[in-house]
């Protein structure tokens, strides 16, 4: 157990449809970070934040945002889901900004239909 | 495109034998690390060399680093059938706080 935790596990919904995803941090990491992995895409960084503030972007859609709560928690959403949207999206989260190691939730299975 | 690529992509060896992983990338790094995925769930960060250290070892894990070929290897010892996963090299800029993720190897261990 990694310490992080993300709801839901899993997301059922149709196209069209907007959807948050909600994570928890690893008690005293102050950075989180949004992972996309699909089957022909892989891994793909989606944004970061640290302390509250947008720190890095990567691949991420219009269609999504996110940010960080005082309390540190996480929530990204997807909107005008696509079915291409379907995938696993992780939270990590690590105790300071910068390259250390990371630290994942289990997931959130999205399936749109 | 993704920084890091692995090789081989996918790898089936005997319970007891080592498994070695490749990957190479293409920018400047702070440092490159390793994860694990078992199948579906989240990824578990196994080490972490920094762009100054050649190898590094825990437990049965060792890795290597070379900065000047841009490439690093993962070698697990005396394979076991709960190494079964994906294996994905990730790697650190200086000029970012993001990683990077290779596209992972497949490792099978077979009892």
């Known amino acids: 157990d990694s310490g992080v935790t993300q709801t839901p596990k899993h997301l059922i919904t149709a196209t069209g449809q907007r959807v948050t995803l909600r994570c928890s941090p690893r008690?005293?990491?102050?950075?989180v970070y949004w992972y996309q992995q699909s089957l022909d895409q892989g891994l793909q960084f989606l944004i970061q934040?640290?302390?509250?503030?947008?720190?890095a972007k990567g691949n991420i859609l219009e269609r999504f945002s996110a940010q960080q709560f005082p309390d540190l928690h996480s929530e990204l959403n997807l909107s005008s889901l696509e079915l291409g949207d379907s995938a696993l999206y992780f939270c990590a989260s690590s105790v300071e900004q910068g390259t250390y190691e990371q630290y994942f939730g289990p997931g959130t299975r999205l399936t749109v239909t | 495109s993704q920084q890091g690529e692995e090789d081989p992509q996918a790898l089936s060896i005997q319970e007891g034998e080592n498994a070695t992983m490749n990957c190479s990338y293409k920018t400047s790094i702070n440092n490159l690390q390793w994860y694990r995925q078992n199948s579906g769930r989240g990824l578990v960060h196994l080490i972490l060399i920094r762009s100054n250290e050649r190898e590094k070892h825990s437990g049965r894990l060792r890795v290597t680093l070379d900065t000047s070929k841009k490439s690093s290897s993962l070698l697990i010892t005396a394979s076991r059938a709960a190494d079964t996963a994906s294996y994905f090299c990730a790697t650190g800029m200086d000029s970012s706080y993001k990683l990077i993720f290779g596209s992972g190897t497949r490792l099978l261990v077979r009892p």
């Open positions: 008690s005293g990491d102050l950075s």
């Open positions: 934040y640290y302390n509250g503030e947008e720190r």
